[in-house]
């Protein structure tokens, strides 16, 4: 009798320690899959912080390229009027999405007075001109070789996040799905 007590509070206590370690290991492994999902969330930070430098640094050109084009293009108030108003756009924007879409209307806008001002002969002729529509080109360019790593990020993020049982471990976490920098080519 005394044998058969102590083979069930021995089996009893097996079991306890292997519910435990499953339990530790469960725990374990949610802790480790929330810690990859926060890395995740911070390479996809890092990586937008990277595209708003460079839109910082092209938003920073514009008013000098306003400037230098203004007294060639005094008929075309209304093109310089459209970078000036997509530029504002830009500084009023603060989520990734509304960044995008300031980022297309100054895209458009950059785009259309640099036509205007390829006609006029003697803006093509400023070195400040060309040198500022060489800048802006540049950063364009490197916003745009930033955007799909960006985009990959955020891919895998949300990607990841919509499985279980990241689903339930992101809820807990209160991580979110990321929206891609989309822009119109």
Do not use: W
Request: charged share 25%.
């Amino acid at each position: 009798m005394v044998g058969a007590l102590i083979g069930n509070t021995m089996t009893a206590v097996v079991f306890a320690l292997l519910l435990l370690l499953i339990i530790l290991g469960l725990i374990a492994y949610a802790v480790g899959q929330r810690n990859d999902l926060v890395k995740m969330r911070n390479t996809i930070d890092k990586s937008f912080a990277a595209i708003d430098r460079l839109l910082k640094q092209r938003h920073d050109e514009l008013p000098k390229l306003l400037e230098t084009c203004r007294p060639y293009l005094e008929q075309e108030q209304r093109t310089l009027r459209s970078v000036a108003e997509a530029r504002n756009a830009y500084t009023s924007a603060s989520s990734p999405r509304q960044k995008a879409q300031a980022d297309q209307l100054v895209t458009g806008a950059v785009r259309n007075l640099l036509a205007t001002a390829a006609k006029n002969p003697d803006l093509k002729k400023s070195t400040t001109f060309v040198q500022l529509q060489a800048r802006i080109v540049h950063l364009e360019e490197t916003v745009a070789a930033q955007r799909d790593p960006y985009n990959e990020n955020v891919s895998s993020f949300n990607a990841r996040i919509a499985r279980v049982p990241n689903a339930f471990i992101a809820r807990l976490a209160k991580l979110r799905a990321r929206e891609p920098f989309q822009a119109n080519e």
